[in-house]
């Protein structure tokens, strides 16, 4: 298993594409699965577009506008909505391994979601043969 640590600033996506590359690289692996997950409560891994900065910024902008920070949560450290968040895009993606190389689509990115931040996170990458 590979653990690597991240510092955000802001409430982003983060590209992470290059470390799961690296980690199935060194895997040596050919064929299989590769796990990314997230051990925080308040961010999340997701997948989607990396031809077009502002995708993943329109998508925080829309996960802002459908889920802010209510008034009426209750959580004492005021930041329910980045649970909210964590919860609707998922802790982890899994992904394909074939020919030593996770499948992407052509404009697919693997990215750290970042809803409460600043923070230094972990993620981890799990890489399964077979």
Sequence with gaps: MYKKTITTDKEA????????????????????????????????????????????????????????????????EGNSDGHVKSSVFGASETLIIENGKIVLGRWQDIYFAEFDPPRTRNFYVKIIEG
């Design 13 to 76: 996506f983060y590209n992470i594409t290059p470390y799961v590359k690296e980690a199935v690289s060194q895997s040596g692996v050919k064929e299989g699965i590769c796990v990314v997950y997230c051990p925080h409560t308040t961010a999340a891994i997701t997948i989607n577009e990396n031809a077009d900065e502002y995708v993943a910024k329109d998508v925080i902008f829309a996960a802002k506008k459908v889920f802010p920070r209510f008034p009426e949560f209750r959580h004492d």
